[in-house]
DNA sequence: AAAACGATCTACT
DNA sequence: GTAGATCGTTTTG
């Protein structure tokens, strides 16, 4: 796995920053997950951010429960939570008790491919980790890592390519049940058949 | 103690 | 494109 050695974990003070631009940075950034003995590894493709105020469609919008409670915390953690069979992740960021987070929407699978495709139930790469729910599925990530601090570079980390590829991002507003705000907070590589379905448009 | 609610997924047409 | 499964968390009685 030399391959990934020049990949640079990314330190606390990345997350120390509002979460739009996170979740900016953070596309073409590597996921990367130690299980089982084997390393996993996915590029992010596509991810959306959750502000700590106005943003209805935030977990914290409703102020602080026991299931919420890492978004409160410091930046650099991890918040997983539970919807459905799913579980979703989402990174912490801001100063702690500033609760905002970005979600990770979608990877592509680079490494450890085997793993997730065994974890997965399916063969294709596309269906590996597109959507949040696949990808904590294909990742092994359930709500034992809920806080998990992701700047210590082991178990569950997030990292810089050496040589990343030429990152071409969109901005598209939320669809759904925020509609109604068109807040600009998803982010997506551009052309990537990594990107995952999104939010249903709500029917009424 | 019971009910309602999703930051979803799969299957099917 | 739409429908339904499904379950932990939160809210309400």
Redesign the pocket.
């Known amino acids: 796995m030399t391959q990934w050695s020049g990949a640079a974990v990314l330190p606390l003070a990345f997350y120390q920053r509002r979460p739009e631009h996170v979740a900016r940075e953070l596309l073409g950034k590597l996921l990367l997950r130690q299980v089982e003995g084997q390393l996993l590894v996915g590029r992010i493709v596509e991810t959306?951010a959750?502000l700590a105020t106005g943003d209805p469609?935030?977990?914290?919008f409703?102020?602080r429960?026991?299931?919420?409670a890492a978004?409160f915390g410091p930046a650099g953690r991890a918040?997983v939570?539970?919807?459905?069979?799913?579980h979703?992740l989402?990174v912490v960021t801001e100063a702690e008790g500033v609760p905002s987070?970005v979600?990770i929407r979608a990877v592509e699978p680079l490494a450890g491919l085997e793993l997730m495709q065994q974890r997965?139930g399916t063969a294709r790469q596309r269906?590996l980790a597109r959507?949040?729910?696949?990808?904590c599925q294909a990742f092994a990530i359930d709500?034992r890592l809920d806080h998990w601090d992701l700047t210590r570079g082991e178990g569950l980390w997030l990292a810089a390519d050496a040589t990343p590829p030429p990152t071409d991002v969109v901005a598209t507003p939320r669809v759904?049940?925020t509609a109604a705000r068109e807040l600009p907070l998803r982010f997506c590589l551009r052309a990537s058949p990594f990107v995952?379905?999104g939010?249903?448009r709500r029917?009424a």
Do not use: I, K, Q, W
Request: charged content about 25%; overall charge positive; hydrophobic content about 25%.
């Open positions: 959306e959750y469609a935030s977990h914290a409703g102020g429960t026991r299931r919420n978004m918040y939570y539970a919807l459905h069979r799913c979703c989402n987070a979600l997965r269906d959507g949040p729910g696949r990808l709500r759904g049940v995952s379905p939010p249903r029917s």
